[in-house]
């Protein structure tokens, strides 16, 4: 079995370099943020870490957020508004323990609050929970969405009014216990770096917003002759933390590449790919996680993202943004976190 890094060891530091953007909020601990347009209003739906002094582990057990808080702005670098608990663990019946990075959609007058959290059973499941308001509080649904497992949900709403779920999330967001066909193996080992790598998966949303269309299908990342990466691949594989967006008809499939700590991108036809593998987003940020959202807003378009420049602590992290930009050929820009 291959040896797993501990999710505590910190990515390469950068301290003799500046932030190149200063975290949203400061009075709680946020990261994973997911952000949308509503009522021409950013929302950030993000993860809220706390110091629970759970031990840490190979699986990330440190990670152990007990509520969803959620985040808006009017303007970049204007005021922001923290809401109050929008979801609690404990008015989700089927959850034990570990909320973590959370998405939302808008449809015909309700907001959707999607979320991984492990059930009784130590198994990471998707929830979802609904609001008249885009700052929730959400009232869940009583069982995880059907047929849905790992972590990190991203909704991706197409132009013509199809939604789609990306998730997964391999070593603590146990993907590699699901095989393609979407059979549990809880023996399943972390995959050999001879090994192909673990894929992505995505599912259609039907029309209620609560349950799959469809059994969850695998998402091809693939070089540019097409190849499926291998495990080895490490810094371009996927690890965790989908994110879709359409930039001039083509969907740009972004993720983190976990244990090298990048964001990458991979550009597609349609929504469920393949994917053809195109580079950097954004380098690793301070901490062991880095996680983003890619959203437009008045004309302009923001990564948002997260790095511990408050507390040092890879568990204990900020959200932050700042503008993403294309070349002419519709390739992004790298960012670079620290100048
Ligand atoms: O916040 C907990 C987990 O850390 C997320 O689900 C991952 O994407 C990583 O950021």
């Known amino acids: 079995e291959q040896q797993q890094a501990t999710q505590e060891q910190e990515a390469p530091k950068e301290e003799s370099k500046k932030p190149i953007s200063k975290p949203l909020v400061s009075h709680i601990y946020t990261a994973d943020p997911s952000a949308h347009v509503f009522n021409d209003r950013i929302y950030i739906y993000p993860s809220h870490d706390i110091e629970s002094n759970t031990a840490e582990d190979d699986e990330g057990g440190h990670f152990d957020m007990k509520d969803y808080r959620i985040l808006s702005m009017d303007s970049i670098g204007g005021e ?33 609050l999607y979320f991984p959290v492990k059930d009784k059973q130590d198994i990471f499941r998707i929830g979802v929970a609904t609001s008249t308001k885009p700052e929730g509080p959400f009232k869940a649904e009583k069982e995880p969405i059907k047929g849905s497992y790992s972590m990190d949900p991203a909704v991706f709403k197409d132009d013509d009014g199809t939604y789609y779920m990306y998730f997964g999330g391999i070593w603590g967001g146990q993907l590699q216990r699901w095989s393609g066909d979407n ?15 673990v894929l992505p998966r995505i599912a259609k949303l039907d029309a209620s917003m609560k ?18 990466f291998y495990e080895k691949d490490n810094d371009k594989r996927f690890f965790e933390a989908a994110w879709v967006h359409k930039y001039k008809g083509k969907y740009y499939f972004s993720y983190s590449t976990g244990d090298t700590h990048n964001i990458c991108y991979a550009i597609g036809d349609n929504p469920y790919g393949p994917f053809t593998y ?19 807003f008045k004309g302009k378009w923001y990564l948002f993202y997260h790095d511990t420049e408050l507390s040092g602590k890879t568990h204990l992290r900020n959200v932050k943004v700042t503008e993403l930009k294309y070349n002419e050929d519709g390739t992004i820009q790298t960012i670079e976190p620290y100048q």
């Open 80 to 112: 922001v508004t923290e809401h109050g608990v929008a979801l609690d663990i404990k008015d989700v019946p089927w959850a034990k323990r570990q909320m973590w990075a959370p998405d939302a959609a808008f449809k015909d007058g309700t907001y959707y």
């Open 183 to 197: 059979t549990y193996n809880p023996e399943a080992k972390n995959r050999t770096p001879e090994e192909l790598a």
């Open 211 to 228: 349950a799959f269309a469809e059994a969850p299908k695998e998402i091809k990342l693939v070089d540019e002759s097409g190849n499926i």
């Open 278 to 296: 195109k580079g950097i987003v954004l380098k690793p940020v301070q901490g062991w996680t880095n996680h983003h959202s890619i959203v437009e």
